[in-house]
């Protein structure tokens, strides 16, 4: 499913829970991020479709590749958060700015 259909199911369905909802319902010790600002490996536009290639665990990459073959789905589901960086806490901020290779500068 591609962005725009994802966009269009949720203006015409509604989503059927927000983000923080979602997360409480996994448990905040079950859910990783990833920063992809620093994983960021390359971008891409072209005929108004934007791909973006980004390095992650090795072993999401790998059960991927090996569950394609076999057609059995994830253990995890990954998930892409948009998030403007002017409406982070001020404390997030700061881990940032502590944390240099964390914030994709």
Not at 61 to 90: C, G, H, N, S
């Amino acid at each position: 499913m591609t962005w725009h259909n994802i966009a269009a199911m949720q203006e015409s369905q509604g989503q059927p829970m927000t983000l923080s909802e979602l997360i409480a319902a996994v448990g905040d010790d079950n859910v990783k991020f990833q920063n992809l600002d620093v994983d960021l490996v390359a971008a891409d536009l072209k005929g108004g479709h934007g791909t973006i290639t980004f390095a992650t665990d090795p072993k999401q990459v790998q059960e991927r590749a090996l569950r394609a073959f076999v057609d059995k789905p994830t253990t995890d589901l990954a998930l892409v958060v948009w998030i403007p960086k002017d409406k982070l806490p001020e404390d997030f901020k700061q881990y940032l700015l502590d944390h240099p290779e964390q914030s994709g500068k």
